[in-house]
Each structure stands twice: as C-alpha cells, then as structure tokens.
C-alpha cells in the first residue's frame, strides 16, 4: 500500500511516465545535438546553467556557418529537453550527467560502435521519454499520412485516448485509493494542458516586438503551429534514428527497423483500442508500478526498451547472460568513460545500460535482474579487482574498480 511520503517522492518519476512525452518547448530538432552536449558538459562537470549555455553556443556555432546561436536564445531549450531525456540532471545549483548521460558518453567513445551505437542508444532514450508521441506518429506514417497537421490532429486525438485507457487503468487495478487519486489527478492536470493547447477560443501572443494587434495570433493559426512544432521535429528524430525514409516519390515512408520497432510494441500489448479509437500505450516502470501497488498496464514491462531496440536492429530479442570474467572484462573497457568526473566510482546503472546498448546491436538484451546479481557475484569472487560502495549518492549503488584493474580499452 503506498504512502504519502512514496508518492510524493516519486511524483516528477510519475508524471514523466504517465504519458511519456516531452513537454511543448524549444530546442527540439536534431536529436543528435544532445549527443553532443553531453560532450561539451563532461569536461565542465559540474557545471552551471549560464556555462554551459555558453559552451553550448560556442561549440554549435563552430559546426555551422549559416546560423549562429546565442548563449540567451534556445540554448536553455536545448537544455532543456537534454534534462527531459534523462541525460542531464541538477546536483545541488549545478548540472551533471546522469546515468544515461555517462552511459551515452562510454558509448560513444568505443570507436567500434560509436556511430551505430549512439543513434541506438538515443532512440531507447526517446522511447523512453517520448514514447507515446513517437510510436503514434510512426504508425499514423505507416498509415499514409502524411502532413504535418493532419498527422498533429490524429496525435491529438490518440492522446486523448490514451489518457482515458490509463484512467480505466487507475479506476481498475491500483487499488490504493490515495493512489488512484493521485494517478488521475496528474492525468487531469495532463488533459487540461492538451485541450488548452487545441482549444480554438483561446488566444496567445507572439513573443516578439511587434505592436500588440499583430501579436495576436488568429487561434486557427495557433493551433497550426502547436502542431507544427509538436509533430514537425519529432518525424526528424524518426529519419535520423532510421526508423522512416523518403520514397521515389518522396513521401515518408517506415524502415524495416521502423516497422520492425511498431510489430514489437505491438506484440508486448502496447497498442489498444478504446471506443474504436487505436493508440499505442506505453507502461509505468516496474519500480514505479510496485510504489503504486497496482498491475502494470504491460504485463511485459521489465527491459521494455532495450528490447524493443534489440528488436529495431535485428527483428528480434535474445535474453543473454555474461559470465564472470567477460563481464568484468567488458566493465574494465568501459569503466574510463563511465566513471563520475574527478572520481574513482561509476553507477551500476552507466554500466548497464552501456552494455545493454552494445547487446542491443546484435539484437540481444540484458536482464537487469539477473544484471545486478551477475555484478554482486562478481565483486564477491574479484575483490581485488573490483568492489561495490557501501556509500550512496541519491538512488541506485555504485562500483569501483581497485586501481590496479585500470580500464583494458581493447576487452569488448
């Protein structure tokens, strides 16, 4: 049974589950620009907001002639949506990277997979975080559709649905009532913003320094542009992240990673129907689900996303298991890039998820259990070579090679 305290602890884990999109915000296109922020933060870790906007700008400014960015503008955006896909979080007034981000920086430093491996390791991300948004613009293009704002409307009308199947769910199988209550509160809240955002009888302002009556936009218009900005740079993330292409006729089309990323979700259970209306439906962690007390929307939900880019590369997932010596092995080639800046310990989770990227593009998966259990035995039976840390910062455990287990750069 939750309590209050758990959820409250876990509400800003709760509302980025529920519907497990990015918020309306700048700073969107080119997925692979935050690969690269996580490049310009690591050797300023940590960092405040105000630096980092600028390095941000500096170092974009040099890849491209045609458009200069300035420290003030969209680089808090970018920023932004860095924190939303889990690569960067606060640590007291500053920014670190978090254990996606150290992870994604061991990933892309292996020069084997650096390139494959990053566009990999960003669509588990988006998934992720973006997922409800993602999947369902990629079926409606499976569908055919293919503008803009028809595509934007279509989404519109799925969230919608989603919101109602996942407040069956907390009507029918989260059996707290303080957790039920929570659940659909946020899911309200979440409904108000999406019909704001489409509602024709309200009005906004441009953000410029036009005199007021040209300010106002006509809402029609408004609605366009939500749509525009909501749709229009996540089809990007789908071309670059290989899951759509152009045909001869150059209208977009799925991959086959595209399609074979639809038939996984598809067949975990992830697509519903509700009043005729279908919707791809993503579930809560099992953490979260467990916090809630309540049955999870998926009964498949454990390594959801590493299995479905295992399934995206390969057109399928094979459960693998890694013996003692490979696995330390393989921590030792990785542990330089994913060890905390300025000290001699990295989060187990770095480590797994950068193994599970590597699994990933051979159409494999880690189990996280079994993960966590394999690295126990190993600390156990290599204690001279690598330990876990009683000491903990935040959630999740730590390990640490001895220094004489320095990283073998060329042990895959």
């Not at 089309?253 to 990323?261: A, I, R, S, Y």
């Amino acid at each position: 049974m939750p309590s209050i305290l758990e959820l409250s602890r876990n509400k800003a884990v709760l509302n980025r589950e529920l519907l497990r999109r990015i918020g309306y915000t700048n700073g969107l296109h080119d997925i692979f620009r935050f690969a690269r922020v996580v490049e310009y933060l690591y050797p300023i870790i940590p960092a405040t907001v105000v630096s980092l906007k600028a390095e941000i700008a500096e170092q974009e400014n040099k890849r491209s002639l045609q458009s200069k960015l300035s420290p003030n503008k969209y680089t808090q955006g970018i920023i932004d949506v860095a924190r939303a896909l889990g690569l960067i979080h606060k640590v007291a007034m500053k920014l670190s990277l978090s254990d996606y981000g150290y992870a994604l920086h061991a990933v892309q430093n292996q020069s084997e997979t650096s390139q494959q491996g990053r566009r990999a390791f960003l669509l588990m991300l988006a998934l992720n975080s973006d997922g409800e948004y993602l999947l369902n613009i990629l079926d409606l293009i499976r569908r055919g559709i293919t503008s803009t704002v028809e595509i934007g409307e279509h989404l519109m009308d799925r969230m919608f649905t989603i919101i109602e199947v996942k407040e069956d769910w907390a009507r029918n199988d989260i059996t707290s009532a303080i957790g039920a209550e929570t659940v659909r509160s946020e899911l309200a809240e979440a409904r108000r913003v999406l019909q704001s955002a489409v509602d024709l009888n309200q009005k906004v302002l441009f953000k410029s320094r036009a005199t007021s009556e040209n300010r106002i936009l006509d809402p029609a218009e408004r609605v366009r542009r939500f749509l525009e900005h909501t749709v229009g740079p996540r089809r990007e993330w789908l071309t670059d992240l290989g899951c759509v292409t152009e045909n001869s006729k150059q209208s977009q089309v799925l991959t086959k990673g595209g399609q074979d990323l639809l038939t996984f979700f598809d067949n975990v259970g992830c697509k519903r129907t509700l009043h005729g209306n279908e919707t791809y439906v993503l579930p809560l962690s099992e953490n979260l689900s467990e916090v809630l007390d309540a049955r999870n929307l998926i009964s498949e939900a454990g390594n959801l996303f590493w299995r479905a880019i295992a399934s995206a590369e390969t057109g399928s997932a094979k459960l693998v298991e890694v013996g003692n010596q490979v696995l330390l092995n393989r921590i030792k080639a990785i542990y330089q890039y994913v060890k905390l800046y300025g000290f001699n310990e990295a989060e187990i989770s770095s480590v797994f998820h950068t193994l599970s990227c590597q699994e990933a593009l051979s159409g494999s998966y880690l189990s996280e259990q079994q993960f966590e259990d394999a690295l126990l035995r190993l600390t156990k039976d290599y204690p001279s070579e690598i330990f876990r840390l009683s000491r903990r910062r935040g959630v999740g455990g730590y390990i640490a090679l001895k220094r004489s287990g320095k990283s073998e750069r060329n042990v895959i």
